[in-house]
């Protein structure tokens, strides 16, 4: 297992993840990280809330960058049919 840290980008500002996560591989954090952005985006759709979620940024224990999640990436594929242009 592999400790990565999930690093939140929202419109007015950033939120460091200073505990981390536990996952196989960054293929997997990744996937967890779009599932979790697709959870946030329904639950502001269904209380018809503003999403101030742009991205998430996935870290290493060094700090080092890893991938990062944009909003595109999290609705590719979510919404069939339709064309999500890059949000960030």
Not at 46 to 75: K, P, W
Request: charged content about 25%.
């Amino acid at each position: 297992m592999v400790k990565y840290f999930l690093n939140v980008d929202l419109k007015d500002g950033f939120i460091p993840d200073t505990e981390g996560l536990d996952f196989i591989d960054l293929e997997r954090a990744t996937a967890e990280v779009i599932s979790g952005m697709r959870d946030i985006i329904v639950e502001h759709i269904q209380q018809g809330e503003a999403l101030a979620l742009r991205a998430i940024s996935i870290t290493d224990d060094a700090g080092h960058l890893m991938s990062i999640v944009t909003l595109a990436d999290a609705l590719k594929g979510f919404l069939p049919g339709i064309a999500v242009p890059s949000l960030v």
